[in-house]
């Protein structure tokens, strides 16, 4: 155990202390985050598409509150995020929970609290900004982005 004036007392570890191994894991662990974050994107982008295009037809087509819309949106894109999340995104990692059924719930409320976020930037943007609610909808989605993704990774899947 180091003591004070011991000259190893301000040794700086060889390797990141977060890795708990080798410089190269450390880099090999960002590019596998980084490669599941660009899945994620694709896996995200889908879900958007459903998600966007539901608002979009409910608002236009059903002359529906944009809220409304965009909350039934938001569910149908969570139930694909989750269907392809699990087949590619996070396909190769077990679960942190014994079921599936568990794991989508926690999905969901990770979902969930993503989707108030989301109703809550769309209507900041849109009645603080006067944007259009679409537009406004496409900032909201950068946040749940990153909000969903990083939840997820780490409280579901090792």
């Not at 979009?56 to 944009?66: C, E, M």
Request: net charge positive; proline share 3%; charged share 10%.
């Amino acid at each position: 155990m180091p003591r004070v004036g011991d000259d190893n007392l301000l040794t700086v570890p060889k390797h990141p202390v977060s890795t708990g191994g080798t410089p190269e894991a450390h880099v090999g662990g960002v590019a596998a985050l980084l490669r599941q974050m660009v899945q994620y994107l694709g896996v995200s982008g889908v879900a958007l598409a459903v998600d966007f295009g539901t608002m979009t037809l409910l608002i236009h087509l059903a002359k529906v509150n944009y809220i409304v819309a965009a909350t039934f949106g938001f569910c149908l894109g969570l139930a694909v995020n989750y269907a392809l999340s699990r087949l590619w995104v996070f396909a190769g990692q077990s679960s942190r929970l014994s079921s599936r059924t568990a794991e989508f719930g926690v999905f969901a409320v990770i979902g969930v609290v993503g989707l108030v976020l989301n109703d809550l930037i769309i209507w900041a943007v849109t009645e603080g900004f006067g944007l259009n609610p679409l537009v406004s909808k496409l900032l909201a989605t950068g946040v749940v982005f990153f909000w969903n993704f990083l939840l997820r990774r780490h409280l579901l899947f090792r």
